[in-house]
């Protein structure tokens, strides 16, 4: 097999950590603490993470990697913005799953709201 993005284990083993240095390196999950904090995410449940019930842990995380990047950027907004993507991809399937089982084409339902507001008939 051909090593690549694609079989990431083995990519990320041979090629991204000799170079990084794997004691020193984000990929270490133990590192940042990521381990522990998706263990007791594990523990939890990632349902509740999904509906806005993180453990504790994630924000520390964050910011340890931002120390470690030497970014002055903080994590005060990260978990909050990371939850509101996770529940926008929710949304989305749910409107994508929802005009597939009721046949409706979002784009030509937007239109033709559109197009009702404006008072115009459609051709």
Known sequence: MVDSPTNSSKYHSDHLLPSLG?????????????????????????????EGCPVLGWQETQQQF??????????AGWLSQVICKA?????????????TLHGVDQGILIGRTVLTRLSISPS
């Open 22 to 50: 794997v004691e020193n390196s984000p990929l270490n999950l133990s590192f940042l603490g990521l381990r522990a904090t998706v263990a007791l995410q594990d523990l939890v449940g990632w349902q509740a993470f999904l």
């Open 87 to 99: 529940w926008d991809f929710a949304w989305d399937q749910w409107k994508h799953w929802n005009g």
């Open 66 to 75: 931002y120390s470690w990047i030497g970014s002055c950027s903080t994590c």
